[in-house]
């Protein structure tokens, strides 16, 4: 390998089982002449390009198609984990928590996620850890969903790209969820809605997993050019993802506009008065916000932005 070790042909996995090496860009073939002084060394080079993110594994087995880690036993830190995984050639991998931190030491918790970024930078790709089972300790189930329709961001919890006013039951022909998990539409005032509805501004996708324990919320980044219908009185937030200011229109006036941060910090907070108010980030860092619109004690809206 790359620190001239030998490489086995098999390997044991945490599951006590033997299990085939899977080459990678850091394994070499060293070939020596009869005379045993002429020697030529070969290494790997996988047919990839800058645009690739993904990792595999010998010890773990790795879903490439439902983005998960399986046999990840509970108690691993982080440095076993990516010692245990290789990436495409060029790109970076690390572990964040279920906040979109990195962690960089200690044990695994259930709900992190391993983040592969490819080597231009274009590509970001989100695996999510199955923990071994083991005796009196239930599996763990998880709660997200997956597209190849949409662009789902797994980091920031948003989905881009449905039609605006398209039928639900279309929309949920799209996305394909975790094992067991339920998926529900909630609207802006926090009622699901019935898959013969349609999706509207202020919609987020609820999943839960089959036991109940997890929960993910995703925001809808809806495509309204196509829209022949706009509510009157609805609230549009735009751009989203932004790199920098943020439009909110529809606001009532009077209503207050605040953004909170991850923290839950106001970083910015407004009264409306126009058609259209603007606020800007400028001065935030990348990450998730929460655009919160209240009349007095009451919220009317509740909006998740991304800056990048």
């Known amino acids: 390998d790359e620190n001239d070790a030998w490489v086995s042909m098999k390997k044991v996995n945490f599951d006590s089982t033997y299990t085939d090496v899977v080459v990678s860009d850091k394994i070499f073939f060293e070939v020596i002449a ?14 990839a390009n800058a645009s690739d993110a993904w990792v595999n594994s010998t010890v773990y087995t790795v879903d490439q198609s439902l983005n998960l880690i399986h046999f990840v036993p509970r108690g691993t830190d982080v440095a076993t984990l990516l010692n245990n995984l290789f990436a495409a050639t060029g790109a970076s991998v690390k572990v964040v928590d279920k906040s979109g931190l990195q962690r960089t030491r200690g044990g695994l918790a259930q709900d992190d996620m391993v983040v592969v970024t490819s080597q231009d930078g274009k590509v970001t790709r989100v695996y999510y850890l199955e923990m071994l089972r083991q005796q009196f300790i239930a599996p763990n189930y998880q709660a997200f969903v997956l597209s190849e329709v949409y662009n789902v961001d797994q980091l920031n919890k948003v989905i881009a790209g449905p039609k605006g006013m398209m039928a639900i039951s279309e929309f949920f022909a799209q996305i394909t969820a975790s094992f067991g998990a339920n998926v529900v539409i909630v609207d802006k005032n926090g009622q699901p809605k019935a898959s013969d509805g349609v999706l509207r501004v202020g919609d987020v996708v609820v999943v839960t997993s089959a036991d109940g324990k997890a929960e993910a919320t995703y925001a809808l980044q809806l495509d309204l050019t196509s829209t022949a219908v706009v509510e009157a009185g609805e609230i549009r937030v735009y751009p989203n993802p932004t790199n920098g200011k943020i439009n909110v229109s529809g606001a009532e006036t009077g209503h207050t506009i ?17 058609a259209i108010e603007t606020l800007s980030l400028d001065n935030q860092p990348a990450g998730l916000y929460f655009i919160v619109i209240s009349n007095g004690d009451k919220v009317t809206g509740n909006y998740k932005v991304v800056k990048q």
């Not at 005379?35 to 790997?44: A, F, P, R």
């Not at 605040?258 to 126009?274: F, K």
């Open 34 to 47: 009869e005379n045993g002084v002429t020697k030529v060394v070969y290494q790997l080079v996988p047919d």
């Open 258 to 274: 605040r953004v909170l941060n991850m923290m839950g910090s106001t970083v910015r907070e407004i009264v409306a008065g126009r």
